[in-house]
T-cell receptor
């Protein structure tokens, strides 16, 4: 029972490089989210998806792009990484947003941009 | 604007009781969540309150007062494994979660 799986777990990038974080969930959840977590701050929503083929901007979307081509996968891309994007990234999923069901989180991806 | 406030850090003794407070301001309200996050790990769900009152779940209880925009998480019979950050999150009218910065709880023997 994998739940929410994120890859990679760790990555070091140089400024200007690009990369993609993959999130996969096996719970058939409609809603998926990408958050970043920085010291002293709450989880901040980057982008989210309410279903296959849909995406929407969250609180801090600049510098990131996402895609939800398959229901179980939600990809987060950094086209040109910047040191300000050094953070821990969490993917989460929920059955629907209209209900008040809990979020299930992946283990996190630690990204360092030099 | 929308805002969640909770203490940055608290210290308690093993076996004791601790109460972690959270105040919130949101556009609409669809409930209050508490999550536990151990260092280097993902947040895990603890509790959800949408009606006023106390919800008890083993050693953990969560309280909500909607009129005061206030919640607390009560941890009893503290164990060393309870050392973690506790995240408060309020759900707004669009069913989006607004997160507090978390309260780091340190348990001393």
């Amino acid at each position: 029972n994998a739940g929410v799986t994120q890859t990679p777990k760790f990555r070091v990038l140089k400024t200007g490089q690009s990369m993609t974080l993959l999130c996969a969930q096996d719970m058939n959840h409609e809603y998926m989210y990408w958050y970043r977590q920085d010291p002293g701050m709450g989880l901040r929503l980057i982008h989210y998806s309410v279903g296959e083929g849909t995406t929407a901007k969250g609180e801090v979307p600049d510098g990131y792009n996402v895609s939800r081509l398959k229901k179980q996968n939600f990809l987060l891309g950094l086209e040109s990484a910047a040191p300000s994007q050094t953070s821990v990234y969490f993917c989460a999923s929920r059955r629907t947003s209209g209900e008040t069901g809990e979020l299930f989180f992946g283990e996190g991806s630690r990204l360092t941009v030099l | 604007g929308q805002n969640i406030d909770q203490p940055t850090e608290m210290t308690a003794t093993e076996g004791a009781i601790v109460q972690i407070n959270c105040t919130y301001q949101t556009s609409g309200f669809n409930g209050l969540f508490w999550y536990q996050q151990h260092a280097g790990e993902a947040p895990t769900f603890l509790s959800y309150n949408v009606l006023d009152g106390l919800e008890e779940k083993g050693r953990f209880s969560s309280f909500l007062s909607r009129s005061k925009g206030y919640s607390y998480l009560l941890l009893k019979e503290l164990q060393m494994k309870d050392s973690a950050s506790y995240l408060c999150a309020a759900m707004d009218s669009n069913y989006q979660l607004i997160w507090g910065a978390g309260t780091k709880l340190i348990i001393k023997p």
